[in-house]
Each structure stands twice: as structure tokens, then as C-alpha cells.
């Protein structure tokens, strides 16, 4: 009778610990899914199986919640803003090199935030664990960038598109403003290449033409 006693409190508590582990994984998941947004998704097909996806996540959010991330101050916002103006004004003469001072100034306002900065991969990362919604327009912009700087064979409207991805990131960096899905349709590409400033509205990047790629 006591052998019967011990296995059916083993038996209960194999139940118990097994239920437990099973509640902490979904919670874990929830909680990446939350935080990571289409990004998890983009994980999960990307990654072997679930499990090793999750792992990265769950990596990649305690990198990101161990460094110090700060917000920019009024001054210095303006100051980068006035910036991305004089950046995209030089796309419409110089479409190639402004993509390139646009990744420029996009990696110089993530350093002045307190991210790291020394490889793209890292990078994208730990740009996923706070803005999940925009990281897929960096990932596209520095692959049509890293194509137009190898092989040049990008065409000026790559370059737009290119250059519409950073200044998706960089609202975000600079701004905090909330963006959409990261595939870029044609109305979100004309939002996307608004300035930053309250009057965006009036200077938008015109259209691409073949002649002027450089």
C-alpha cells in the first residue's frame, strides 16, 4: 500500500512539474511574441525549429535589456532631423551617395543612443527587441545598399526604395513614431520619405528617374 502511496505522488508531481514547464514556455512565448512582434514570426521560418528561434529571441531581448538605451534630447533631435533634410534633399542630384549618408547618419543616431554598432547583424537584433516593426526596412535597405556598393547594379528607383527603408528607421530612432507592416507599398513609400518635421508635408522625395543614377 505504500509503494501504490509513493508512486501516485510521484506520478502527481511528474504531472505537476510537467504542467508547470508547459505554462512557463507558453508564457515565454507570449511574451517574445509580444515583444518581437513580426519579428518572431520571421524567427520561427527561419530558425531549424521553434525552440532554437525562441532561444535567439530570449537572447537577443536580455542583450538588448542589458544595455543602456537613452532617448535623445530636444536639441539634439532637431539637430539630426536638420540633418536627414539636407540628406534627402542631395537624393534628387545624388541618389547613391545620399543612401550612403543615410545609413551614415542612421548608425551615428544609434550610437548616440547607446547602441552597439560594429556589425550590421547585431545591429538589426537588437534594433527587433525595441522596434519590431521597422527592422525589416534596415534589413532590406542595407541589402539594395551593400548590392549598389559592390556590383553598382541597383537602379535609382532600388535607391529610393532604399533610402525610403532608413527613413523609416530613422523616424523610429529619432522620433519614436509608430510605424506599419514593414512591406513597403507605394502609399507607404511616400509617407516614408516625408522629412522628419511638422512640415514634412511639403518636401517629399520626387520620384526617381533612370538618368540620374550615379
Known amino acids: 500500500m505504500r509503494t501504490v502511496i509513493v508512486i501516485i505522488v510521484v506520478l502527481v508531481l511528474a504531472a505537476l512539474a510537467a504542467a508547470a514547464f508547459v505554462l512557463m514556455q507558453n508564457r515565454r512565448r507570449a511574451e517574445l511574441q509580444h515583444r518581437f512582434g ?3 514570426d520571421r524567427a520561427v521560418e527561419g530558425a531549424p525549429n521553434r525552440r532554437e528561434a525562441e532561444h535567439h529571441l530570449a537572447d537577443v531581448a536580455q542583450r538588448r535589456d542589458e544595455l543602456t538605451i537613452r532617448e535623445l534630447n530636444a536639441a539634439e533631435r532637431a539637430g539630426f532631423r536638420a540633418e536627414w533634410d539636407v540628406v534627402q534633399a542631395r537624393f534628387v542630384d545624388q541618389p547613391g551617395p545620399a543612401v550612403d549618408a543615410a545609413e551614415q547618419l542612421v548608425t551615428r543616431v ?6 552597439p554598432v560594429e556589425a550590421f547583424d547585431e545591429r538589426a537584433d537588437l534594433i527587433a527587441a525595441d ?12 541589402s539594395a545598399h551593400e548590392r549598389h556598393r559592390t556590383t553598382g547594379g541597383i537602379d535609382t528607383e532600388d535607391l529610393r526604395k532604399s533610402f525610403v527603408h532608413y527613413r523609416a528607421l530613422f523616424g523610429a530612432l529619432v ?3 509608430p510605424h506599419r507592416s514593414p512591406t513597403t507599398t507605394s502609399d507607404s513609400a511616400s509617407d516614408a520619405t516625408r522629412p522628419v518635421g511638422a512640415d514634412s508635408e511639403k518636401r517629399d522625395i520626387p520620384s526617381s528617374h533612370p538618368q540620374e543614377t550615379r
Do not use: I, S
Not at 522596434?131 to 542595407?142: C, E, F, I, L, M
Open 110 to 115: 544609434m550610437r548616440e543612443r547607446g547602441y
Open 38 to 40: 513580426p519579428e518572431y
Open 175 to 177: 522620433d519614436d513614431e
Open 131 to 142: 522596434h519590431p516593426d521597422v527592422v525589416q526596412h534596415y534589413r532590406d535597405a542595407h
